[in-house]
């Protein structure tokens, strides 16, 4: 199950780097460090939020039975 503790602090670190990203997007410098910086962020909160609470649940059933 999903503890909603983790996703407060989760997806309002992630909205605010986004933000700061899409801002400086603008930039012809920024463009090519922004592109790269939004996926690794889109993964990381998938994987924070999604995959390794799945994976833990997934694990810990196993040893129970």
């Keep these: 199950m999903l503890k909603f503790e983790r996703v407060h602090p989760k997806m309002m670190t992630v909205a605010a780097i986004m933000v700061g990203l899409l801002q400086r997007h603008r930039f ?7 592109a790269p910086m939004v996926g690794g962020m889109v993964t ?3 994987l924070t939020l999604l995959v390794i609470p799945v994976i833990y ?8 039975k």
Aim: hydrophobic fraction near 50%; proline fraction near 0%.
């Design 28 to 34: 012809r410098v920024m463009r090519r460090i922004a």
């Design 44 to 46: 990381s909160t998938v």
């Design 57 to 64: 649940a997934w694990v810990k059933g196993r040893r129970v």
